[in-house]
């Protein structure tokens, strides 16, 4: 079984910046991709952006291009999240997943609280 442990989460200001961590408990990204997703007050789900197993390619929803990137120290088995120009819209609590390439197994981590507001 493996485990996701997100961290980061925090209370920032509009325009502010924040880092989130996503831990893995074992070394999972040659065969495992790995995304960010959100859930904000009264919404669905959603994703956030996802970085590929062995190109390290990356992808990103709309409403964060250009201010979020997803990124991973493969020494550490950990997957970043840095988000710049943060909007009061960017409140929610992220999650971070792992799919494996076949898409037969996928783990999800508990959730980290992030709130934008002045």
């Known amino acids: 079984q493996v485990e996701l442990v997100e961290s980061g989460g925090d209370l920032v200001q509009p325009g502010g910046s924040l880092r989130l961590s996503c831990a893995a408990s074992?070394?999972?990204?040659?065969?495992?991709?790995v995304s960010w997703y959100r859930q904000g007050p009264g919404k669905k789900r959603e994703l956030v952006a996802t970085?590929?197993?062995?190109?390290?390619?990356?992808t990103y929803a709309d409403a964060v291009k250009g201010r979020f990137t997803i990124s991973r120290d493969n020494t550490k088995t950990t997957v970043y999240l840095q988000r710049n120009s943060l909007k009061s819209d960017d409140t929610a609590v992220y999650y971070c997943?792992?799919?494996?390439?076949?898409?037969?197994?996928?783990?999800w981590g508990q959730g980290t609280q992030v709130t934008v507001s002045s």
């Open positions: 997943q792992a799919q494996n390439i076949w898409r037969t197994r996928t783990y």
């Open positions: 970085i590929f197993s062995s190109s390290s390619a990356t």
């Open positions: 074992e070394f999972l990204y040659s065969s495992y991709n």
